[in-house]
Structure formats: structure tokens, C-alpha cells
């Protein structure tokens, strides 16, 4: 039979938002998808518990019902693309389809966060694949690009900005003025933030999507868990105004390294809103997209740009999957013409994480004390007495009758803990009004 007769089998466990971009992709693409990959990739199936609910989409052949087990079992279904989410029964049924032969597409960032080593073993056992492109900066090919097109080059460094509804709320704050629960409350209403936003703000989402390409740059298997993050609650209109006549713009990044010293095995990775360059790349991200900067030693800055969310974003990379897998499949060669994480497992090495008190970088620092004479000098006097350089102080308020002003400073290049240390040290002054919000500068690197 030639392939052009032959069928490739999707099974889709998870029936949300993405699931039903995945039929739409899946129909009004179908003569390309066919053409690309010389076969026909048919939904065979779907199991999802809600079977009640329209979901505005053509269902005709194709079977739906509650049944993940079934699903997997069915011999029609050659991949299982699992798009429930979260680590509880999407481990179970990743397990149950790789061990039924079955291979695994995923957009599951959680799972793989913490789970990926187990499931990759799992799938090299069994000889089946797993794919996940859609688990970082959903519709951007950005796994791909580092396990393929960068395969030769030595990473340098990545800094990304991997949520979009960080990134939205960050974009409004500033364009807006308006203050961060405003701008929280209209993303809710819109759909782009959760009812429950803190995965998302404050930084969690962010760490996991930064631990899959950890993984994937250095071959470092990290405790995501322990990825330092800070959010952005604390962030105010003043930052974005100070920011911007500085020269910079606020933005919610992760970032990753290999530790700069000779020998030195650990990994510098960490999420937090961080001041950028205006003239910046990055900076000109508006809204809730998504970008990631992967600087090579060989081919130097790449950067990776679209959509990091949504229906049919999503459903494009999860798709793509289903056809990189499909065309295995007619090859006849079994599984993984490139290995999930770019390299062998065995050549995966847990590492250790650069603790933050061991940076060392440029930071803004915004202090809220009571409008007294001598205060500005205290504050830059507590910053010299920790060996503090200061490159520029600015003085915002009274902000209201209460009489508090805001100091914003900007330091030279300092170690993070002594900078943490004065800031310490501060914030116990009476003068004091309100915890010292400590954003650190990012450094282009384009
Ligand atoms: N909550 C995520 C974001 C969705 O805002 O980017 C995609 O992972």
C-alpha cells in the first residue's frame, strides 16, 4: 500500500479550548497536512467527561465519548494527544498510552516540568515518541528550533518572555497608567488571565516552560520547583514611567545560563520582571505574545517571536507534532529521528542552580519613605556603606497627603547580596513606609 493510501490515527484525550483548535486545524488543513506529510492524518477519536457540551465544530467519523482507556486501546489510534492538563491523570493516561505502544503528543508544561524524565524513559523503552512543542510559547516553534536547528551550537543564554498574560498585564499597566489589580481584573474578564492568576503572575508558569528549555539548551535536568521567581504584584504605574525615562521596559522574563566559572557545573535560570533596553527586541513585545532570544556560540543572537497562547496557536504546534510523528511512522523506522531533549537521556545531568545571592548586576530599587529632609541622603549613604554604586536617583510625590515620596535608584553593577543586604538593612528604618520593591536590569545581549 502506498502511503498515500495509508492513515496516520489521532486519539485526542482532553476536549478544552485547544482540543477543539486541534479539529478545526485538523480540518481546514487537511489537504496541506495530507500533501506535507503522504498520508492522511485522521481524528479517529476523542474522550473527554464533558461529552454535553457544543463545541461548534464538525464531529461527523469521528467517535466521542468519555473513555480515555478505550481510546487508547483502539488499535485505529497510532498517537494519543493528551490536552487535559495538570499532573494528576494526565501521568496516568501518558503512562497507560506509552505502554500500550502508542505514541504521545502533549501540551502539558507541568507534566514535563516535573514528570519529563519518567515519561521519556518510559517512551524509550517502549519505542514510542513523545512530543511537546506546544508546552513552550504555544504556536512558536521554539522547541523545535533549539533541538534541530541549533543542535550545533553551544547555548549561550536564554531570555524569554514566556507568558502572555504577564506580559498583557505589563503591556496595559504601562500603556494605561493604571494600577496592576485594574489591568489583573480586565485580563480576567477578557479570558486572558485565570480566575485563579497566581501560576501565571507570579511566575510559576513562566519556571516550568523555563525548566523545558533547560533541559533542552544544556541537557539539565533542574528541580523546577526551585527556580527562583518573583511576580509582579508589586510592581506600580511609577515603575513604568521611571522605567521609560531611564530608557527602559518592564518585562516578566525567564532566564538561563550555564554558570560563567571554569568548571563550574551549575545553571543560572530564574523568572522575575526585570528593566530591558527600550532599543531592545524584547521590549517592543506588546500584549500577550510570547518571544524567546537564544544566543548561540556560533550563530549568535536568534530570536523566536508569535503567538504563546490560545486556540488555534496552540493547536498549530500540537498539530505539527501529530505530523513530525506521523512521518516516523510511514518511515518505518520506529521512534525518535531526533531525541525528545536533543541528545540521548543518558547524556541528561541533574545540575545545580545558581543561587540569586550570587549574581551580580545592575538594579532598580524603589523606596517608599516619609518626605523629611535628609531621607534621599540616608538611603544612598545605607547603599555606599554596602559598596553601592549609584547611577541615578530620581524623586516622585508626595504621592498623597500622607507625605510619602517614592526614591527610585538606579545602582551600578553590585553583588545581589549586598544589594539585598541594604535593602534589608532599609526597609526596618522607620522612615520606611512600605517594603522596597527590587526589580533587577537585564543586560542586552542581542
Ligand atoms: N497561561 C499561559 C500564558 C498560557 O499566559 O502564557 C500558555 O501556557
Known amino acids: 500500500m502506498s ?42 477519536r476523542i474522550a473527554d467527561l464533558d461529552t454535553e457540551t457544543d463545541r461548534g465544530v464538525d464531529l461527523e467519523g469521528i467517535h466521542f465519548d468519555s473513555d480515555a ?17 495538570g499532573t494528576g491523570a494526565a501521568r496516568a493516561l501518558v503512562a497507560d498510552a506509552i505502554a500500550a505502544g502508542k505514541h504521545v503528543v502533549t501540551a502539558n508544561k507541568a507534566l514535563l516540568a516535573h514528570h519529563g524524565s519518567e515519561i521519556f524513559a518510559q517512551a524509550a523503552a517502549a519505542g514510542v515518541d513523545v512530543a511537546f512543542e506546544a508546552s513552550v510559547g504555544g504556536g512558536i516553534p521554539v522547541l523545535r528550533a533549539l533541538r534541530e536547528g541549533l543542535a550545533a551550537d553551544r547555548v549561550l543564554s536564554i531570555e524569554g518572555i514566556l507568558n502572555g498574560t504577564t506580559n498583557y498585564i505589563l503591556s496595559e499597566m504601562e500603556a494605561t497608567g493604571e494600577a496592576f489589580e485594574v489591568i489583573l481584573k480586565r485580563a480576567q474578564d ?54 521609560r525615562e531611564l530608557g527602559f521596559r518592564v518585562k516578566m522574563l525567564g532566564i538561563a545560563r550555564e554558570a ?34 537564544i544566543v548561540g556560540d556560533a550563530v549568535g543572537p536568534t530570536l523566536y517571536y508569535g503567538a504563546g497562547a490560545g486556540e488555534m496557536p496552540t493547536a498549530s504546534a500540537v498539530v505539527a507534532d501529530a505530523i513530525e510523528i506521523g512521518r516516523e511512522i510511514l518511515r518505518g523506522a ?74 527610585v ?35 542586552n545581549r542581542e
Request: proline share 5%.
Open 409 to 443: 535608584v538606579l545602582t551600578h553593577a553590585a553583588p545581589e547580596a549586598a544589594l539585598r543586604k541594604a535593602v534589608a538593612e532599609i526597609d526596618e528604618w522607620p522612615e520606611v513606609r512600605a517594603r522596597t520593591l527590587f526589580v533587577r536590569i537585564q543586560e
Open 190 to 243: 477578557l479570558g486572558y488571565a485565570e480566575a485563579d492568576p497566581t501560576f501565571d503572575i507570579d511566575g510559576i508558569d513562566a519556571a516550568q516552560k523555563l525548566g523545558i528549555l533547560v533541559a533542552m539548551a544544556f541537557g539539565a535536568e533542574l528541580d523546577v520547583d526551585s527556580i527562583p521567581t518573583q511576580g509582579l504584584r508589586d510592581l506600580a504605574p511609577i515603575d513604568f514611567e521611571v522605567a
Open 69 to 85: 482507556k478505550a481510546l487508547i486501546a483502539d488499535p485505529a489510534v497510532d498517537i494519543v494527544v493528551e490536552l487535559i492538563g
Open 3 to 44: 502511503n498515500r493510501d495509508r492513515e496516520v490515527g489521532i486519539g485526542l484525550i482532553g476536549f478544552g479550548t485547544i482540543g477543539r483548535g486541534v479539529v478545526r486545524v485538523l480540518g481546514q488543513n487537511a489537504a496541506v497536512i495530507s500533501e506535507r506529510l503522504g498520508a492522511r492524518l485522521r481524528l479517529v
Open 334 to 407: 520506529g521512534a525518535g529521528r531526533v531525541p525528545p531533549l536533543s541528545r540521548p537521556l543518558e547524556a541528561l545531568h541533574s545540575r545545580e542552580l545558581v543561587p540569586t545571592d550570587e549574581l551580580h548586576g545592575r538594579a532598580y530599587l524603589r523606596f517608599e519613605v516619609t518626605d523629611e529632609p535628609g531621607v534621599l541622603s540616608k538611603v544612598t549613604g545605607a547603599l555606599g556603606a554596602n559598596d553601592i554604586g549609584i547611577e541615578s536617583v530620581l524623586q516622585r510625590g508626595p504621592a498623597s497627603a500622607g507625605g510619602s515620596i517614592s526614591v
Open 260 to 293: 560563567a566559572g571554569e568548571g563550574d557545573e551549575r545553571i543560572e535560570a530564574r523568572v522575575h520582571p526585570a528593566l530591558i533596553s527600550l532599543g531592545s527586541q524584547l521590549a517592543s513585545v506588546d500584549g500577550a505574545m510570547n518571544a524567546v532570544l
